[in-house]
């Protein structure tokens, strides 16, 4: 396309001659820059001197209204300059491709100048973009001076206009209290019938000097009502950027939040006086009924005051009821504002390189960023030399010293850590404290270098005081890279024990060793890229790159994830946890998949704040975990200490510390999720205050004339689980620990019951007071509770009562050996409030009703004792002496050490049967001593091994069969053949 080169010549003159023009605007505006500077520099100095009218800051509010109008012209020149050189790139890129082909010579030489004109008008048309991108930035900075400056005007007049009012209204309510004092100086002379009169009168002016302030408040609270009411209505918060306006909004509701509770509380007063001032009349008007006279007169004078009174604080109630509906109406303005920015914040999407001009756009905003961080490096370089050379020579060598002094700490620190490292090296019980100290002074150690290095800097540039951006570049840059470090370290001292056992780990170190300083860099590059001027497109590029270099930390974070479910594999940790730790370590890599993927598609902010979240998240979690282990092995040591040194050392290991270490367990859930929401800034947060209000404000049941939120109900059900087993514990050391001089058991175990039964009372009776149930209200559960129990639930409370019936008349206690029933036969272990626990002798335990026990007849072998008898029958033949086997016998059994000698054994001739003698042995035991089967069997051998070393023989039946010749009684017993009976029934051998 051929370009006429006499109109191309004069639009580039003409574009030179605005580019002149837009030198001297830069250099004008940089002065004007310069020069509102240095006045607000002067003036702020000036401030408490300084005249401020409405007039004079309604001048400066035109000024920032004009910056604010330039500044959008300059925006849009700006766009439109860069359009036009990205038009003239392309039409350059067109002639650039078509010198290559064959052409005639005149269109060659035609190509050539229009080549020629392209480049000189994308030069200038270059430099003016560049100029008003320059002049913008200039113009902004400009308006940011005026606008704080305009803040500060606005700021400084209504703080002025609040303290001359404020000093105002103190003068008047002195004013009013002096006069209240007067006439309390007349009360002392005054007559007696007066007196009602002048003590109303003097009420009257304190309720004035209180009024005033009031009034103060009043007044301060409408105008603040009013100046937020109209920033909405004017659209203000609507002109500003999505994150400004979150922060606006956020700071507004917290403003007015303050302002309700200042509403409240003036309301509660005023209502307390106008209910004071109510019984004030009442009783006054029921006193002057028998008044007459003077008294009558003055008593209508001091009513006509009250009702003043009263008048005036209905008037303020009224206002306050006004300010009231204001600001409930303003905060639900501010919600739906802030609601809508919010859900804008979030659901902003990106849309990247839709367009070859954002691709170009995009480009030239990259290719900027290595001079500006060259240029960061230079003014670095730059700002150190004139630092040093402006340095006094005596703050030089302080310099030095400082730097001396910080070098010798951390070769003496080095020392040190070796030290320690060999001591925890040699210890023989390896805990937990042990193990993170080891890892936190290996890290020290490896780190050192790198921690000497950003000290020294640090005290560098606090000695050379260099400009916050420099602070800024120097610490983020070695802060990323330390972290980086010591990610690559930890790492390190994680795999390197595992590396010959697990060959695989050694690769997943070099994975995160590069993917650590991948993403060190791109956290350089976007914290920078975040501090710089750049352009927004190639920032919220830089934010989607940094985000999908976060889906890399994938990988490394599911080795580590293996690798910890390895480690947990190898020890006796319990299922449950670990089933957790194989869920919360499954939610890091998804996390930074989320992140990675919100980024990818464009939601840059939902990404941000996930990230945020869950970085908080893992820092506590981390924070809880190192915590947790730390107090485990102090639990330890004090156990190990209290054991060594203490007397009641079991009391303290078993019952009073492990309490301690379970309410601290306790308090560290309670202060790691207060961490976590004061991190994450969960007080000021709309939607955490939405959900703390539907949970603490929305009323869900109700009893009687007490409504019980959501919240009520989660607290009082972890309150009665904290009671009952509070409860328990207390039943546990009254019964070991209290009551251990008790020697009676069974009394023992009553006092400790009764003791759980009122503390949970106590609890209850607590609870419900907490709730604010009044307990009257109760009488309408109990009649349904008792209508319960005379229907289904009749079973549950005879075995309550049966239960405290049992504890209070003692039949049995815990530790007796019973009978119940025939059935249930062994010794009680537990006696609770609905039924007992009984161990059978296979070890078996059989749960009973206690209204079984009390309805039912059943065998308690050691009510009032523990000792008891046992039986045993055998048989001898008619042979032997019985004499011989009853001296025998008895001397044998009395040998037989668990055997009692008081009462003392005995053996008896028992039976004479057809063929054989029966003695009875009977002996007695101690229950708690020994078993009855053991000694038992030791009778038994006894019995048959005397017998046998004595050759007397035990009878045992016999049977003789008679076989009749002929085949009709063949095969059958004889006629006369009676048999005999079978004594060798092992009934004759048991008690």
């Not at 704040?609 to 924070?623: K, S």
Request: with cysteine.
């Amino acid at each position: 396309m051929p370009l006429d080169y006499q109109v191309e010549t004069q639009l580039i003159e003409q574009k030179q001659a605005l580019l002149e023009d837009e030198k001297y605007s830069l250099i004008a505006v940089d002065k004007a820059l310069t020069q509102a500077q240095a006045d607000f520099s002067q003036q702020k100095q000036m401030l408490p001197e300084l005249e401020i009218t409405e007039a004079s800051i309604a001048s400066i509010e035109l000024e920032q209204e004009r910056l604010q109008i330039e500044l959008e012209n300059l925006q849009l020149k700006s766009e439109t300059r860069k359009s036009q050189v990205l038009e003239n790139k392309r039409y350059l890129d067109t002639f650039l491709s078509q010198i290559s082909l064959t052409l005639p010579e005149l269109e060659k030489i035609q190509l050539e100048k229009n080549i020629a004109l392209q480049k000189q008008q994308m030069t200038v048309d270059r430099s003016l973009s560049e100029f008003l991108i320059a002049r913008l930035i200039i113009t902004e900075k400009l308006l940011n001076v005026v606008t704080e400056w305009t803040e500060t005007l606005r700021n400084t007049y209504l703080l002025r206009d609040k303290l001359d009012k404020k000093a105002k209204a103190k003068l008047k309510q002195q004013h009013y209290l002096e006069q209240a004092v007067n006439l309390k100086k007349k009360l002392l002379s005054v007559k007696p019938t007066a007196k009602i009169l002048l003590e109303i009168q003097i009420l009257n002016n304190e309720e004035l000097a209180g009024e005033v302030l009031n009034n103060l408040k009043i007044d301060q609270i409408k105008q603040q009502l009013q100046f937020w009411q109209q920033e909405i209505t004017t659209h203000k918060i609507s002109q500003i950027p999505i994150l400004q306006a979150e922060k606006l909004l956020s700071e507004r509701m917290k403003q007015l939040n303050e302002s309700k509770q200042h509403i409240e509380v003036l309301a509660q007063l005023i209502d307390n006086k106008l209910n004071l001032n109510k019984r004030t009349q009442q009783n006054l008007s029921k006193r002057s009924e028998a008044w007459t006279g003077e008294l009558k007169k003055n008593y209508k004078k001091a009513d006509d005051i009250l009702k003043s009174i009263y008048q005036r604080l209905n008037q303020q109630l009224d206002a306050i009821s006004i300010l009231k509906l204001e600001a409930n109406t303003l905060n639900q303005v501010f919600t739906a504002n802030y609601k809508s920015v919010l859900h804008q914040k979030l659901i902003q999407r990106r849309h990247f390189l839709q367009t070859t001009k954002t691709f170009n756009e995009l480009t030239l905003a990259i290719s900027q960023f290595p001079a500006l961080f060259l240029h960061s490096l230079n003014t670095l370089k730059n700002e150190v030399y004139v630092a040093l050379v402006k340095l006094p020579f005596s703050q030089i060598l302080l310099l030095v010293f400082c730097l001396q002094i910080w070098v010798l700490a951390l070769l003496k620190l080095k020392m040190l850590l070796t030290e320690i490292s060999e001591y925890l090296t040699k210890l023989l019980v390896v805990t937990f404290i042990a193990n993170l100290g080891l890892v936190l002074v290996n890290l020290l150690k490896r780190n050192l270098v790198s921690i000497a290095v950003i000290g020294s800097f640090s005290i560098s540039l606090y000695f050379m005081q260099l400009p916050e951006q420099i602070h800024y570049f120097v610490l983020a840059l070695m802060l990323i890279l330390l972290g980086a470090q010591l990610s690559v370290h930890l790492a390190f001292l994680l795999f390197s024990p595992y590396f010959g056992v697990l060959p695989r780990y050694q690769q997943v170190y070099i994975q995160i060793t590069w993917i650590a300083r991948i993403l060190a860099l791109a956290a350089l590059v976007t914290t920078l890229a975040h501090r710089w001027q750049i352009s927004p497109l190639a920032l919220e590029i830089i934010d989607t790159g940094f985000m999908l270099l976060l889906s890399i930390a994938i990988i490394p974070a599911m080795n580590m994830r293996y690798f910890l479910l390895y480690l947990l594999g190898q020890s006796n940790i319990q299922y449950y946890w670990l089933f957790a730790i194989r869920i919360i370590t499954l939610l890091v890599p998804l996390l930074f998949l989320s992140v990675a993927l919100l980024g990818i598609i464009g939601y840059i902010n939902l990404g941000w704040i996930i990230a945020q979240q869950a970085y908080w998240l893992i820092f506590v979690l981390v924070l809880w975990l190192i915590v947790q282990g730390l107090l485990r092995d102090l639990i330890y040591i004090l156990k190990n200490f209290v054991m060594q040194r203490s007397q009641y050392g079991l009391l303290w290991t078993q019952d009073i510390i492990p309490l301690g270490h379970n309410l601290l367990n306790i308090g560290l859930f309670i202060c790691s999720f207060m961490l976590l929401s004061w991190l994450n800034n969960w007080q000021d947060d709309l939607a955490f205050t939405g959900v703390r209000q539907l949970l603490f404000d929305e009323k869900m049941i109700q009893i009687g004339r007490t409504h019980m939120s959501f919240s009520s109900i989660v607290f009082s059900v972890l309150g009665l689980w904290g009671i009952f087993w509070f409860g328990s514990w207390t039943q546990r050391i009254t019964y070991r620990w209290i009551y251990a001089n008790i020697r009676d058991l069974g009394i023992r175990n009553s006092l400790s019951v009764f003791t759980q039964y009122f503390i949970v009372l106590i609890g209850l009776l607590v609870i419900l007071q907490v709730l604010g149930i009044d307990l009257t209200t109760m009488a309408v559960f109990a009649g349904a509770l008792g209508v319960g129990i005379g229907f289904g639930l009749q079973n549950i409370a005879n075995n309550f009562i049966s239960g405290i019936l049992l504890l209070i008349e003692r039949p049995l206690k815990t530790g007796d050996f019973v009978n119940i029933g025939g059935v249930h036969e062994g010794e009680v272990t537990r006696i609770g409030i609905r039924s007992l626990t009984v161990q059978a002798w296979n070890y078996q335990e059989v749960v009973v009703p206690n209204a079984e026990i009390i309805s039912n007849a059943f065998t308690n072998w050691t009510l009032t004792n523990t000792i008891m008898r046992t039986t045993l029958k055998f048989r001898v033949s008619y042979d032997c002496d019985p004499h011989f086997v009853r001296n025998l016998l008895l001397e044998k059994v009395s040998e037989i050490p668990e055997i009692l000698q008081d009462p003392e054994p005995m053996v008896n001739l028992w039976e004479f049967s057809e063929y054989a003698i029966i003695f009875r042995v009977d002996y007695y035991i101690d229950l708690k001593e020994s078993g009855t089967f053991g000694v038992r069997t030791k009778v038994n051998f006894l019995v048959w091994d005397e017998l046998q070393k004595a050759g007397i023989k035990m009878p045992y039946p016999q049977h003789d069969v008679l076989v009749k010749q002929g085949s009709d009684c063949q095969g059958q017993l004889a006629d006369d053949f009676v048999p005999e009976p079978d004594v060798s029934d092992s009934s004759l051998l048991s008690g």
